[in-house]
């Protein structure tokens, strides 16, 4: 099993420029995450999945949206990238169930930068 | 709203001696808490958590915690520090009456020195 896997691992934009970005897990989990990472600040949920076709608002969605068209794959999509974007994002899943308490699964991250 | 607080940025510890990453939670209702471990330039990965029953947790890689009501606690701790340990460890909390996903510390660097 590949676990989760994030595409691309790297990525440089120019402010306003737009991308998407690919989470694809293989173990059959209902629910999926995005988090972004920034120094001295641990991990912030930006978006969430808790099935197919459902998504929801974590505490920093702003600039964001998300789509979860199939079970395995979680899209984050920047429509016009902004300098402060800046971040490493993690993707990860989990099974569902327990409200939630299940432990997350996550990817290898995404480096991105916004110049 | 709940938060985690991550008291310690580093901690040092000699290779053999036991470690301590601190963290302490505050939460409107029932406290589920959890601990993550970061290795560079990799995702985290899951160690321990508690959400019920026994106060101390026992984890992946010999970690255990304890969680402590009163204080509003949940310690990571290891009897014997490896420098295989060293890493990015990230205490977390889940309220149910918020969004699903969890709210994360900041995050402790532990650097175990041999």
């Known amino acids: 099993n590949a676990g989760v896997t994030q595409t691309p691992k790297f990525r440089v934009l120019k402010t306003g420029q737009s991308m998407t970005l690919l989470c694809a897990q293989d173990?059959?989990?209902?629910?999926m995450y995005w988090y972004r990472q920034d120094p001295g600040m641990g991990l912030r949920l930006i978006h969430y999945?808790?099935?197919?076709?459902?998504?929801a608002k974590g505490e920093v969605p702003d600039g964001y949206n998300v789509s979860r068209l199939k079970k395995q794959n979680f899209l984050l999509g920047l429509e016009s990238a902004a300098p402060s974007q800046t971040s490493v994002y993690f993707c990860a899943s989990s099974y569902g169930g327990l409200a939630g308490l299940n432990e997350q699964f996550f990817g290898p991250g995404t480096r991105l930068t916004v110049l | 709203a709940q938060s985690v607080a991550q008291p310690e940025d580093q901690v040092n510890v000699a290779e053999g001696n036991p470690l301590t990453v601190k963290c302490t939670y505050s939460v409107s209702g029932n406290p589920y808490l959890f601990w993550y471990v970061q290795y560079p330039n990799r995702g985290l990965q899951f160690l321990l958590k508690?959400?019920?029953?026994?106060?101390l947790v026992k984890g992946s890689y010999g970690f255990e915690a304890e969680f402590n009501k009163s204080q509003t606690s949940f310690h990571l701790k290891k009897p014997s520090a490896l420098v295989s340990d060293s890493a990015l460890y990230f205490c977390?909390?889940?309220?149910?009456?918020?969004?699903?996903?969890?709210?994360f510390g900041k995050g402790t660097h532990l650097i175990i020195q041999p």
């Open positions: 508690y959400i019920t029953g026994d106060n």
């Open positions: 977390a909390v889940r309220d149910l009456g918020g969004a699903d996903g969890l709210t």
């Open positions: 173990m059959n989990h209902e629910y």
């Open positions: 999945s808790v099935g197919e076709g459902t998504t």
